[in-house]
């Protein structure tokens, strides 16, 4: 045969096999990746585009915050907790103040107990804006991040006021809050709602029922309730598959019962009850409720000393109890034991995002790569938390 | 249903290996034999007016002599909770896994695995999970003494093995 051009021949010699013959393709996602909101590390295998399997490796961020609890008095153990899930810390720590006042039998003052219902909404609505910024970032849209932040930044403020900290609060203490609310601070709170309850209509003009948007996250990843229910997930994850189950109205703390609020459920109005779309609507119902909580709490809150109960020495008498609130990433369990001693003997955080991220090897099979980033988001996952 | 009830549920069906049950504290727990959690946690889940569809929490912890599991049950449908537990010794610590039941149990196995050395007997995938694979022992117990160092990284700092001795 007559060579035409200065090619080597060998590369002609190529065998391909038939029928074609590929091979699984491992992939590491993270540790250091945006989409994984953190370090986490997720080992994929994929054929081409397809994800066969995916493994969740984590501990990145372990901090060994069990262990430091068993050396710490009581008191000392809020900050620590707050560093949980540092989106949400006015939850984490109203959780284990909660648990250990119902060991030591201790009633709260009314207007403590106000201001921990003002906090931890409004906290709660601080971290589903970060939830909707970032989930704007996995899918693609960058602007909505800023909406998020701008709003976030005035809760920040206000917490910045009533707490001196900016992420992490140390404001709720056994017994009550750390400081009383200064002067002007509910009107300001008041002012605050009225300015983010028309924002709602501006994140779904741009996000929520935005075309791309839409098909980038309805009928992707879908969780069945009773899948739901049986990896144990939580909170707005276990709403969105249309599960009607809210601690706060299902097994009533604080003074929740005294509210009037909705829990927002998965509909499937894009798509499949279950779907990442789900997942993210049922955030931005819930800022709405939230914002009512808030402003119910403020017309209610009674005069008073909210430092009035706060013990000066904390004693919990030997026992063990197990409870649990709604974080906004949903269950957050303290399950603690005392010896009566100065310090818990033992102290398990049953983390909601640890059991939410647990179900991604489940719906990630037989997704794109893509779409994985978008389930991912939609899990709404903190590492802090998982790691603890 | 009262937490009297489930345990009277319990005994008829399971007699022997059904320990303890103590109503005096905060949460009544009901104490159940390590190697017979599997069928129990069945019972629990499968039985039409039990129902314990949502395992809440899984925690190991050390109770000094033995290792202990706590199961924090909850039931959806009918709002009731339970409190079980059992205890295996640190010579042998086995206990049935529950992760085929409750895929809730399966990451919190594993850290009860990572943390205490507690081994889940026909777990899927019994690996560490917050520490790294080649860790030595397990932090959580009391009697923990950690590493100096892993991989070259020092672990203790030198000052605060000083500040330990002054407290002892």
Partial sequence: ?388 | MEAKEIYQRLKDAFQDDILEFNAEVLQPFIKISPDKTEEIAQFLRDKDDLEFDYLMCLSGLDLGENLGVVYHLYSMKFNHKIVLKTEVSKEQPNVNSVANIWRTADWHEREAYDLLGINFVNHPDLRRILLPDDWEGHPLRKDYQPPKSWHGIPVTLANEEEQDGANE
């Fill in chain 1, 1 to 388: 045969m007559a060579q035409t051009n200065n090619f080597p021949e060998t590369r002609f010699e190529l065998e391909i096999p038939d029928p074609l013959k590929t091979d699984e393709f491992i992939l590491n996602m993270g540790p250091q990746h945006p989409s994984t909101h953190g370090v986490l590390r997720v080992l994929l295998k994929t054929d081409g585009e397809i994800v066969e399997s995916a493994t969740p490796y984590i501990g990145y961020l372990h901090r060994t915050f069990e262990k430091h609890a068993e050396r710490m008095t009581w008191p000392q153990v809020v900050p620590y907790v707050d560093r949980m899930d540092y989106l949400a810390s006015m939850n984490n720590s109203l959780g284990y103040a909660l648990a250990v006042e119902k060991m030591m039998g201790l009633e709260v003052n009314e207007r403590a107990q106000y201001l921990r219902i003002i906090v931890s909404e409004l906290n709660r609505i601080a971290s589903h804006l970060v939830f909707l910024g970032t989930y704007g970032l996995d899918v693609g849209a960058f602007t909505p991040f800023l909406y998020g932040f701008r709003e976030r930044e005035r809760i920040i403020d206000l917490f910045e006021e009533i707490s001196g900290g900016r992420l992490l609060y140390n404001y709720i203490w056994i017994g009550g809050v750390a400081f009383d609310a200064p002067d002007g601070w509910l009107e300001k709170v008041n002012e605050f709602c009225d300015y983010f309850e028309p924002k709602i209509k501006e994140y779904n003009d741009l996000l929520t029922f935005n075309k791309i948007f839409i098909e980038r996250t309805a009928n992707v990843g879908v969780i069945p309730a009773d899948l739901a229910i049986n990896y144990g997930l939580s909170g707005p994850t276990l709403r969105g598959s249309g599960v009607n189950f809210d601690l706060r109205k299902n097994d009533p703390y604080c003074i929740y019962d005294r509210f009037d609020f909705n829990v927002c459920i998965g509909k499937g109005e894009q798509g499949t009850v279950g779907d990442s779309w789900d997942r993210y609507y049922v955030r931005i119902e819930e800022m709405v409720e939230s914002a009512k909580i808030v402003r119910q709490a403020v017309n209610q809150i009674p005069d008073g000393d909210a430092k009035e109960t706060v013990p000066r020495n904390v004693r919990v008498p030997a026992g063990e109890i197990y409870f649990r609130t709604e974080t906004p990433r949903g269950e957050l369990g303290y399950y603690i034991v005392s010896d009566g001693g100065k310090n818990p003997v033992r102290v398990k955080v049953r983390a909601p995002a640890f059991c939410n991220l647990s179900i991604l090897p489940a719906v990630a099979r037989g997704t794109m790569v893509a779409d994985l980033v978008a389930i991912l988001g939609s899990l709404d996952i903190v590492l802090g938390e998982i790691d603890r």
